[in-house]
C-alpha cells in the first residue's frame, strides 16, 4: 500500500471487529453483514486520506456502514429469515450458554423491526448514543429518533415478548416498560 492508504490496514485490524458486530445487528445476518462492511471499507478506502485528516475516522467509517446497510435493504428483494428452532426458556443461573441464548434471541427479535428500527434501536442502546448523535448520524429530527425508538421498543414487546422475560424489563416512571435487550 502506498502512504496515501498510511494506517488504513491498521484501522481495519484494530476496528473490523467492532463495526462487524454493529453490521451484524444492523442487518440481522451475518452473511450480509460481512458484504455491508466490505462495501463501507471499500467506499472508506477511496476516500481514505480525507476522512483520516483528523486520525479519527471510525465515525465516517461507522455513518457509510449505517447509509450502506440502508441502501442495501432498499434495494434488494429480502427473503424470509430461516427460523433454526432455538428454545427460549430462561437460562439457569450461571449457565454460559444463557449469554448466548439470550444474543439470538436478541438477533431474531432485531431481525423483525424494519431497517430503520433496528438502527435506531443500534444507535441508542449497544452503541449508547444520545438521541442528538443519533438524529444526526440518522439524518433526521431528534423527535424522529424519539418516535422511532418508541415504536422500534413497542414493536419488539408485541413480536418478541419471551425476550423481555428472558433479560427482564426495568419498569420506568410512566408505567410502561423498557425492556434492557438491546444492551446484551
Known amino acids: 500500500m502506498t502512504d496515501r ?7 481495519v485490524d484494530s476496528r473490523g471487529g467492532a463495526l462487524l458486530r454493529t453490521a451484524c445487528l444492523l442487518t440481522g445476518d451475518r452473511t450480509e453483514a460481512e458484504d455491508a462492511l466490505q462495501d463501507a471499507l471499500v467506499k472508506a478506502a477511496m476516500k481514505w486520506p480525507r476522512i483520516n485528516r483528523d486520525g479519527n475516522p ?3 467509517v461507522r455513518q457509510i456502514l449505517y447509509t450502506v446497510t440502508i441502501d442495501r435493504w432498499r434495494w434488494r428483494n429480502r427473503r424470509a429469515p430461516e427460523q433454526l428452532g432455538i428454545s427460549h426458556d ?3 443461573e450461571g449457565d454460559p ?9 436478541v438477533s431474531a427479535a432485531l431481525a423483525k423491526l424494519t431497517p430503520r428500527q433496528r438502527q435506531v434501536l ?3 442502546f449497544y452503541e449508547d448514543r444520545t438521541e442528538s448523535q443519533t438524529a444526526q448520524t440518522m439524518r433526521c429530527s431528534v423527535s424522529t429518533v424519539k418516535s422511532q425508538t418508541r415504536l422500534a421498543l ?5 413480536l418478541a415478548p419471551e425476550l423481555a422475560e428472558a433479560v427482564g424489563a426495568v419498569p420506568l416512571e410512566n408505567g410502561t416498560q423498557f425492556e434492557n435487550e438491546v444492551r446484551a
Do not use: I
Open 154 to 158: 413497542q414493536r419488539l414487546r408485541e
Open 122 to 124: 443500534v444507535l441508542r
Open 5 to 11: 492508504y498510511a494506517g488504513y490496514r491498521e484501522f
Open 90 to 92: 430462561r437460562a439457569v
Open 97 to 105: 450458554g444463557g449469554d448466548v441464548d439470550r444474543r439470538l434471541m
Open 58 to 60: 471510525e465515525p465516517y
